[in-house]
Each structure stands twice: as structure tokens, then as C-alpha cells.
């Protein structure tokens, strides 16, 4: 059964303290990983999408990188303003539709 | 506007009631999903439209659950006959076609059981 896992459940930093994220993953064929920023009261927004080992994606303070079994969300220099909750997905080969099946996520605050 | 747009934002029901939770995504975007969030758990699943393809309904929980999607845009989801595991809010997602992970999210329908 596919199945993603994501640590910590949630994180506090001070602002500026660097960190990562975890997202271990089983999946029979993966066909993408993704991360999205979720915040209080709104869906969920997507951050990056990232398709095989190796492959790493940035955006502003933001890295994404992903091995054969699990992906990381490093956060470089952090802003309270990036205080969310980050999501991990998978999407298969296996299935004949594009659902997602996402982590329970990682709750972040980032304190001034 | 430019975004999913759901309705009613929030809803609050009696156990036994019916309930329809409306979903008008991005225009353009062949393919809409629903999913389910409750408190503490991950996003969850529901059902997923492609187009003119037969849905996927393989998250759907139980037969009191089902969903629409009349002309390829709008999509209704309906709650028969609700019960309090029932609560959770219930978020609605457009993508431009099926090859993409990147979900377009409503802001979604918060729906409360008594």
C-alpha cells in the first residue's frame, strides 16, 4: 500500500535558524513527489514538484530534494512568514488516475 | 474570480440530514478532485474527475457519499443522511489535466455534524 510518512510533526525555529523537513515515501511507481504550504484556514498551495532521485527544486528560502526513498523541504534561513503547515504527496504509475495520497504533515512556526 | 471556488464556506447540520457541498474550479482544468481533511489527519481521497472519463471513486467511504460533475466544470458533493464522523472539511481541487501534481485548492467547506 502506498504510504507517506513525515516528520517532525511539527517544528519550532527562531527566526533564521536553518532546517529540514522529512517525507519517507512507499510507493509501487512513483510517478511525482510534491510539496505544498498549507495555512491556517485555507487549502492547501503548491510548492514543487519533483520526479526522481536527485532532482532538487528551490524557491526563495525553500529547497526540495529527493532520493529513491524519501524527499527533504530544507528551509534556509527561515521568516515567520514561512509559518505553515508543509504537505507531502506521491502520485503513482499504478493507478489510472492522478490522485494524490499525501502525509499527515509538519506543522512549522518560525518565531522572531 | 481566478481561483476554486467553494460553497458554502461553512455548514453546520444535524445527524440524519442531507448535504451538498458545491465546487466551481479553474476555468479551463479537465480535471477535479475532492478530498477530505479532518482534525489531525492527512488530506483523504474522495473521488477524482478527468474530463468525460468515468470518476474515480475508489476514496469514497461509504454509499451515502457521491459527486457530480455536470458539463466538466462545476462538481457537487453529496453527504445522504450525515453522521458526526462525518465532520472534517471538505476541500475541492482542479489541475489543468491528469499528468500534473499541481492541485489548485478551494479554500474548502467545513461542514459540523451535531
Known amino acids: 500500500e502506498d504510504q507517506v510518512t513525515q516528520s517532525p510533526e511539527a517544528l519550532r525555529l527562531q527566526e533564521g535558524e536553518s532546517s529540514s523537513l522529512n517525507c519517507s515515501y512507499t510507493v509501487s511507481g512513483l510517478r511525482g513527489l510534491f510539496w505544498y504550504r498549507q495555512d491556517p484556514g485555507k487549502g492547501p498551495e503548491f510548492l514543487f514538484t519533483?520526479?526522481?532521485a536527485g532532482e532538487e527544486k528551490e524557491k526563495e528560502r525553500l529547497k526540495a530534494t529527493l532520493t529513491k526513498k524519501e524527499s527533504f523541504l530544507h528551509i534556509t534561513a527561515p521568516k515567520p512568514e514561512d509559518s505553515a503547515t508543509y504537505l507531502c504527496a506521491v502520485s503513482n504509475y499504478g493507478g489510472a488516475t492522478n490522485k494524490l495520497i499525501f502525509g499527515t504533515g509538519t506543522l512549522l512556526a518560525v518565531q522572531p | 474570480g481566478a481561483g476554486v471556488s467553494q460553497s458554502p464556506s461553512n455548514k453546520v447540520t444535524e445527524k440524519g440530514k442531507d448535504v451538498e457541498l458545491r465546487c466551481d474550479p479553474i476555468?479551463?482544468?479537465?480535471?477535479l478532485y475532492w478530498y477530505r481533511q479532518s482534525l489531525g489527519q492527512g488530506l483523504e481521497f474522495l473521488i477524482y474527475f478527468q474530463g468525460n472519463s468515468a470518476p474515480d471513486k475508489s476514496g469514497l467511504p461509504s454509499d451515502r457519499f457521491s459527486a457530480e460533475r455536470t458539463g466538466g466544470s462545476v462538481s457537487t458533493l453529496t453527504i445522504q443522511r450525515t453522521q458526526q464522523e462525518d465532520s472534517a472539511v471538505y476541500l475541492c481541487?482542479?489541475?489543468?489535466?491528469?499528468?500534473?501534481?499541481?492541485?489548485?485548492f478551494g479554500e474548502g467547506s467545513r461542514l459540523t455534524v451535531l
Open positions: 476555468s479551463g482544468h479537465t480535471a
Open positions: 519533483l520526479y526522481s
Open positions: 481541487a482542479s489541475s489543468f489535466d491528469r499528468h500534473t501534481g499541481e492541485l489548485f
